[in-house]
């Protein structure tokens, strides 16, 4: 089962168990709808991520090791280079030609005066959206999504297609982040606290999924940036409480999981629209 299909499994069972117990007979509940939607956009994701696969293999392919010698491509390449990234959890402003340098460093992270190609083999980098500037970790993914497909289908999977997808299929899922948690009306966000992405295939580049059990450090107070601990506060509620703003909301103790927090706080919210 793919991860986009386990997710909207997961979402239907928890809005069942609510509805169940504590909406049964309103049909119009405001966490109903937004729930029917999540579930619409998660099993749309699994055709999406296929389709966004299958076209990546195919334009890397129809290159194949002289991928990395390409001055330039069509735009409706450049699209599916761009629908890649973003499918991969990053957030692309555009795809540009051209290598991507960063300046090296010393243990005590004193520039040492070197310079280091982030794409050595794809000639193309990221920009991100947010910020308008280079995003190294998107490129450096997009330039091992190349080498893998580009080099495995010259060493003899050319004839098996569908392998290098279903690779592409499962790089795309372990890519994309933990959709970040609102714990608030005002709109704050809990999110993951970013593992290293650059890692293609690396059990480094893992992320934080709904079933996985928090820690005492849960995560990021999103746009603040503050680390985020999970702290007792009474007999029946911990608390999250930031080290930066000290934003402090709390949740009942037997919480376990990121899903059953998603829960609760989508409760929350939904009692007070």
Known sequence: MSLAKAKANDVRAGLEEISVRKFTGRESHPLRRVTEQHIQKSEALMSTIHDVATQFVDTVLLHGEDWAKVDSVSPRKMDILFQTVAAAGFNPKVILHGRLTVRGRDEDRELNGETYTINTFSPFKVVDQE?????FLATSWLDCA????????FVGQRNNR???IDMMVREIEQSVPLQPIQLTQEGDLLGEYPPDRS?????????KRDTNTMSSCVGIHKYCNGWMDRKRANLTHDVLLCRSCFLRV?????????????????????HQI
């Open 162 to 164: 569908q392998e290098l």
């Open 250 to 270: 709390s949740f009942p103790e037997d919480v376990k999981t990121y899903g059953d927090l998603r829960k609760v706080f989508a409760l929350v919210q939904a």
């Open 146 to 153: 190349c080498r893998s497909v580009a080099i495995s289908g």
């Open 199 to 207: 890692g293609f295939g690396s059990p480094v580049s893992v992320h």
């Open 131 to 135: 910020s308008g500037k280079d995003d």
